[in-house]
């Protein structure tokens, strides 16, 4: 089966970009406020989603060495306004699929665990992961949400936009990105969590500028390999907590 490839133009941790790299949302609208509960909102300027009570998934590169203390706000429309919807929580630990490569974005996925559980409500909801890999055919309408800036070097918008992104084909997108993209990514318009279909499909990477339409951004599949790790890390935590507990 040829594969195809769904890129994004920024580096997007699921939805927000990341400062130098790209960070903007070309052509994005705002949404109705808090009509995208899951959205996280990341202090090192990433965004993300929450798939568990407690647990964000993000992009790798979104680790910061000299950020100590991470924290995550959720509920959240504006990111720049006090909102009586939103929930600020630490980070208590970052989880990095191993053999990520912050060169070049291989394996660009992780996992941040809250130090408690988000209190889920209208205002804050997780959002589901697949079942098993997703793979969108050439063309497929995807959509994106963040608080980037709507064009290279604007300003950042404080208020949640989405845009819609379409499926490229991964070996047109591969030319412009001299081989770079790998059978565990995909291409398309722009970037932010990337739902295909009404499904969680994949994690946003890298890109180069914004809103080119010879580079358009790259994000991280959902693998079988990633869900799969996704999983097994929330469980190897669970199991943990459950020991710790019995012995007390």
């Known amino acids: 089966m040829k594969l195809h490839t769904l890129t994004t133009l920024c580096t997007l941790p699921l939805l927000l970009l990341i400062p130098g790299l790209c960070g903007k949302i070309v052509g994005g609208k705002e949404v109705v406020p808090h009509s995208r509960p899951f959205m996280a909102y990341l202090s090192v300027g990433c965004g993300g989603a929450l798939i568990e009570e407690n647990w964000v998934l993000t992009a790798a590169h979104c680790n910061k060495l000299d950020e100590t203390n991470i924290k995550v706000t959720l509920g959240a429309h504006s990111i720049d306004e ?93 030319t412009n990105y001299n ?12 970037g932010g969590p990337l739902i295909c279909n009404g499904t969680f499909t994949a994690v946003a990477s890298f890109g ?6 010879k580079y358009p951004g790259v994000y991280t599949l959902l693998t079988d390999d990633y869900l799969n790790w996704i999983k097994q890390e929330i469980k190897q935590f669970q199991n943990n907590t459950i020991s710790l507990t019995k012995e007390f």
């Not at 081989?179 to 722009?190: A, E, R, V, W």
């Open 82 to 174: 006090t909102e009586p919807e939103r929930q600020i929580i630490d980070v208590e630990k970052r989880v990095i699929y191993k053999g990520f490569v912050r060169a070049t974005h291989v394996h660009d996925i992780m996992l941040l665990k809250l130090s408690h559980k988000a209190e889920l409500n209208d205002f804050v909801s997780k959002l589901p992961l697949p079942s098993g890999k997703v793979n969108p055919a050439v063309g497929t309408e995807c959509r994106i949400a963040g608080w980037g800036t709507k064009e290279y070097n604007g300003k950042r918008s404080s208020k949640l936009q989405e845009v819609r992104v379409t499926v490229k084909d991964t070996e047109k997108c591969n």
């Open 179 to 190: 081989g770079k993209i790998t059978k565990n990514m995909m291409c398309g318009d722009s």
């Open 208 to 213: 180069y500028r914004c809103g080119l339409p």
